[in-house]
């Protein structure tokens, strides 16, 4: 079984397997250009002195858990031979493929400061310290048409705004552009609404069913109607395009086309999963529900029953950083829209971690207490 990817979803895929399996003995390969799993959630909160991105080495755990790690990347597949191609010429022959291999992030507004996962937390320090001291009067938050999910920039726009008023910085004025037609609308009704009330007490302003198309570095030019917005310094997040891999179907936006089971259509024993994939929400405990669902069907050794069954319906669990105490988020989603959402201050799942992710939660935080997967500081370590 070959899985290209060293990610939440790649590593997810290798313990749910282990779990599913009842004893029967995969033999795994873990395909990764990096050499560690990287948890992108904590970024936020590290340019507020907030825990560290943290990155826990991938040859201890592909060790730990009995697969066999090759540093290199998911080139081309074939899937009449079963073969992949790797970006340095290598072939590897699969039974099972399981395409893991994330989403690839582009600055979405020119002039505008995009957060990407691995920026420098420092960089974004400077944004806040300018809006501490008031050289900064007027901040834009900007979601992109393509970004997948939006939460990091809710974080840190409620995050600064909280900073700003810690420190009696007063007449900032903060708005927050958003495509969605209502604040963090994948979790539309209580769980929305919520996030609403909290951009309200914290004095964001929000533009919602809005797309930010030009900055001048003044000024953003806002659609439909042409809009102008002043902002003396704008913050947006990356737009997502899909992985590009060669022998794979893919939609207009390099993304691999999957079914609601994570099977590659036309492609006998090709799974995807997580950010790599059309599904709309780039979420990781989405990206987790995905392998497992994907693992289970490789498990059971054959997946023809499985367009018999209906698809597995994801379910939204998020934790929303605000400065303050976290708000807790989840909702069950059907077609892409969430059919019941809830909001909460204390944390409905276990253990509490940003990706609630089935195996990969758990994994993490028994190695963390066990050292025995090393955590670094992704910026000093
Ligand atoms: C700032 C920020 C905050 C976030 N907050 C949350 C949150 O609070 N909760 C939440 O659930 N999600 C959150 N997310 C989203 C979450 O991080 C992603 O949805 C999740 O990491 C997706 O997992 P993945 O395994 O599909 O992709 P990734 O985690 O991106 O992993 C992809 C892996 O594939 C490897 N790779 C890339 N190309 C190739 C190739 N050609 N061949 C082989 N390997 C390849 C990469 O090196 C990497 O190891 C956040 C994301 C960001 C950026």
């Known amino acids: 079984m070959l899985i290209a990817g060293g990610g939440v979803a790649a590593i997810e895929t290798v313990l749910a397997l282990r779990a599913a399996s009842g004893g029967v003995a995969f033999d795994v390969t873990v395909l990764a250009p990096g050499r560690d799993l990287v948890y992108r959630p904590l970024s936020v909160g590290e340019p507020f002195g907030r825990p560290l991105l943290k990155r826990y080495a991938l040859d201890a755990?592909?060790?730990?858990?009995?697969?066999?790690?090759?540093?290199?990347?998911?080139?081309?597949?074939?899937?009449?031979?079963k073969t992949?191609?790797?970006?340095?010429g290598i072939e590897l022959g699969y039974d099972a493929l399981v395409v893991a291999t994330g989403?690839?992030?582009?600055?979405?507004?020119?002039?505008?400061?995009?957060?990407?996962?691995?920026?420098?937390?420092?960089?974004?320090?400077?944004?806040v310290r300018e809006v501490e001291e008031g050289v900064t009067r007027t901040i834009a938050f900007v979601v992109p048409l393509t970004s997948g999910w939006p939460l990091p920039l809710?974080?840190?726009?409620?995050?600064?705004?909280?900073?700003?008023?810690?420190?009696?910085?007063?007449?900032?004025?903060?708005?927050?552009?958003?495509?969605?037609d209502s604040p963090l609308a994948i979790f539309q009704g209580a769980g929305s609404h919520a996030v609403a009330r909290l951009l309200g007490v914290a004095g964001i302003e929000v533009e919602s069913n809005t797309?930010?198309?030009?900055?001048?570095?003044?000024?953003?030019?806002?659609?439909?109607?042409?809009?102008r917005?002043?902002?003396?310094?704008v913050v947006a997040l990356p737009s997502l395009s899909g992985p590009d891999i060669a022998g794979l179907p893919l939609d207009a936006n390099r993304f691999v086309r999957v079914d609601d089971?994570?099977?590659?259509?036309?492609?006998?024993?090709?799974?995807?999963?997580?950010?790599?994939?059309?599904?709309?929400?780039?979420q990781?405990?989405?990206?987790?529900?995905?392998?497992?669902?994907?693992?289970?069907?490789?498990?059971?050794?054959?997946?023809?029953?499985?367009?018999?069954?209906?698809?597995p319906r994801p379910h939204l669990r998020a934790i929303l950083l605000t400065g303050r105490d976290p708000l807790y988020l989840t909702a069950t989603i059907t077609g892409g829209e969430s059919i019941t959402s809830n909001a909460s201050r204390d944390c409905p799942w276990w253990p509490p971690h940003k990706i609630a992710a089935r195996h990969l939660a758990p994994y993490l935080a028994d190695h963390e207490q066990r050292g025995a997967a090393p955590v670094l500081d992704l910026h000093r370590g």
């Open 61 to 81: 755990i592909c060790a730990d858990l009995g697969a066999t790690l090759v540093h290199d990347v998911l080139g081309a597949v074939d899937g009449y031979r």
């Open 84 to 88: 992949v191609t790797t970006g340095s």
């Open 103 to 127: 989403a690839r992030a582009t600055e979405s507004l020119p002039n505008a400061f995009t957060f990407f996962a691995d920026t420098d937390p420092e960089d974004f320090q400077w944004i």
């Open 154 to 180: 809710y974080e840190l726009a409620l995050m600064t705004a909280e900073r700003a008023w810690a420190v009696g910085a007063g007449d900032v004025a903060f708005t927050l552009v958003t495509p969605e």
């Open 211 to 227: 797309y930010a198309h030009d900055y001048d570095g003044r000024v953003v030019r806002l659609s439909p109607g042409d809009r």
């Open 229 to 233: 917005l002043a902002a003396d310094r």
């Open 261 to 282: 089971h994570g099977r590659v259509p036309g492609l006998d024993g090709v799974y995807a999963v997580g950010d790599a994939t059309t599904f709309a929400i780039k």
């Open 284 to 311: 990781g405990g989405i990206a987790a529900q995905q392998a497992d669902a994907v693992a289970a069907l490789i498990a059971r050794g054959s997946d023809v029953d499985a367009a018999r069954q209906p698809a």
